[in-house]
């Protein structure tokens, strides 16, 4: 992952293959965030059944939560997503992680980190690859 002034790579291309539950990214520094646009390009080779990839956030090295989720199958696809501070959150909202419903978001809450977690079921061939693009504001 890498944080340059603005431009972040949550996950690098990665090829998926076997089957894989709760894997996570390296966390990405972010203090001062105040909005997030993220790009998630899935590129599907053959094989699979879905691939789902939670971006989420945390202050002051606590607990993670889901901000955003995109959730693939078997098809090529590019999705975006984008989420702001400046938007009221419901008070005392519950940490979820890995849990957020598929293709949606929590806006009102950027921490001081970002990363990406994900989970496939089946076991994806043909180079189907997955890379996750972020566009922040300070």
């Known amino acids: 992952m890498r944080n340059t002034g603005g431009l972040v790579t949550l996950l690098p291309s990665t090829t998926i ?5 709760g894997v996570a990214g390296v966390a990405c520094p972010v203090e001062g965030l105040r909005d997030v646009l993220v790009e998630a390009i899935f590129t599907y080779g053959s094989a699979g059944t879905s691939a789902k990839f ?34 009221a959150l419901v008070a005392a909202r519950a940490t979820s992680d890995a849990a957020l419903a598929d293709d949606t978001i929590l806006d009102g809450f950027l921490g ?20 996750i693009l972020a566009s922040s504001k300070y």
Do not use: L
Not at 112 to 131: C, F, L, M, N, P
């Open 112 to 131: 001081d980190e970002i990363r990406v977690k994900y989970t496939t079921t089946g076991t994806y061939a043909g180079s189907t690859t997955i890379q």
């Open 17 to 21: 293959t076997a089957a894989v539950t």
């Open 54 to 87: 939670w971006v989420q956030t945390r202050t002051k090295g606590g607990t993670w939560r889901d901000v955003m989720n995109f959730a693939f199958a078997t098809t090529t696809a590019t999705k975006w997503s984008k989420c702001s501070i400046g938007i």
